[in-house]
Structure formats: C-alpha cells, structure tokens
C-alpha cells in the first residue's frame, strides 16, 4: 500500500474512506538522543534508526471519527482539530485494530526514539530547541498563544521533514513505557539499535508540550509520562508504520 521507494521527506496519503492520513516518510539514520537539561534527558546518547513512516499531523478528529464509527471523546470540536482525551489503550486497543481490521492499515504509536529523531528533522540533525525553530510560536501552540485550547492542525511552520505540531497544540503518546533510567542504559549499548522501552512500569511516555503547558515543555528533547488509562484535554497522538 505505500510506495516502495520513497525518499526522506516524501508524503503519501492512506484513504480512510475520503478522509486522507498523511504520512511522512522519515529515512532512518543515527543521532545523538537526549539533553543536559534535566536529569530524565541524560544522558545523550547515540540511537541508530531503521526507517519508518509518521503522520504528518497529529490525527485529527475526523480521522478519529471515521475509524470509530463516529465517536469523538474530545473537548474542543472541530474535524481538524487533533483528537484528545484519549488514552493510550484507547490507542493500542480500539483505534488501531479498527485502522488494520476496516482500512487495511498496519500502524502503532511511534518509539521515544522514532518520535525525537522525527521532531529533530530526522538525517538533517537540525539544531533547534523546538521542532523546526528556535522560535516556538514560529511552529507550536502553548501557554503564551494557544488561548487555552487546541489547533487545527498544520497552522504553523513544518519541521524540515514537513511535520507539523510535533512542538505544541497536543502531547503525544509514544509506545514506550518510560523510565527515567532508560537513557543512561541505551547509552550503555554504545549505540542503541531501534530502542524501545518495553519493560513495564506505571506510565507510558508523552512528547511535544501541549496547548496548555510552557515553552520548555515543547522542546524536541523533553520526556514526560501519563499513566496509559488516562485521557486528557492535553493529550491526542500521530501514527507510525514500518516500510
């Protein structure tokens, strides 16, 4: 279903039944994961990625919509609005059957590796605090813009990779169980292959900032986590499938 030789950067649009999902394709590649700003950030180490592919946008209410049947658990409605208050079992159990068993699409949250490497514009290496910018309301809704709700998605600049809100508008679930000691034993690996955290521990892992929290919450490098039953006005998700 999606094309065999893309290139980094490349978009290709799954059909949900008129109701396009965007995907980017992400070239794997190595990088230098993590910061020396918090203690859960260090330390950075190297993280070599296979490729994949990640939703250009978080998914939206309406793509929430028409792999549910017309449920919408959101607060702030609106059809490109990214969906929210869902949890991260709503995610792996419900959304993500329906997306395989109804549209044919085999999809799963990203890695905390695959969603900082995406954010950081993937091979690029780009330097930027946020995704895409330095300048976070160049490319993120918070605090300070947000007027205290959601987005519709893809107002502000892209990344290099031509992601959008990956800083801002809605924190993102990722598949890993989080773990503030998991960096300092990737780093132990010498060059951790495709890491994902899969030992079990209370809280699954969020990116990004939301519309609701402070610039220092949007940075590429922030890790924060949320029990996987939760569902909150802050949180939605962007998909990830294998090539």
């Known amino acids: 279903m999606l094309p065999t030789n893309p290139k980094n950067g490349d978009t290709y649009p799954l059909d949900l039944n008129g109701t396009p999902l965007h995907l980017v394709f992400v070239e794997g590649g190595t990088f ?21 592919w ?12 028409t792999v549910m049947q017309g449920e919408n658990p959101s607060r702030f409605v609106g059809d490109n609005r990214p969906v929210e208050r ?38 690029t290496h780009s330097p930027f ?64 292959l495709d890491p994902i955290n899969t030992v079990v521990g209370s809280d699954r892992v969020i990116r990004g900032g939301s519309w609701g929290y402070g610039a220092i919450y949007c940075r590429v490098a922030d890790r924060n986590n949320l029990a996987p039953s939760e569902r909150l006005i802050y949180v939605g998700f962007r998909v990830c499938c294998s090539p």
């Open 32 to 52: 230098e994961m993590g910061s020396n700003d918090f203690d859960d950030e260090k330390p950075i180490h190297q993280v070599k990625l296979s490729s994949f």
């Open 129 to 192: 605090k946020y995704a895409g910018s330095d300048v976070l309301h160049e490319v993120g809704w918070y605090y300070d813009n947000s007027h205290l709700e959601t987005k519709p998605v893809g107002l502000k600049k892209p990344n290099g990779l031509g992601l959008y809100d990956m800083s801002g508008n809605v924190w993102e679930w990722c598949e890993d169980w989080y773990s503030d000691a998991y960096y300092k034993q990737c780093k132990q690996q010498g060059i951790a």
């Open 86 to 123: 869902v949890s991260w079992e709503d995610i792996d159990k419900a959304f993500l059957p329906a997306l395989k068993s109804e549209f044919g699409i085999i999809a799963k949250l990203p890695s905390e590796a695959q969603w900082e490497y995406a954010a950081r514009g993937g091979k």
């Open 54 to 65: 990640l939703g250009r946008y978080p998914v939206t209410q309406a793509q929430w919509k």
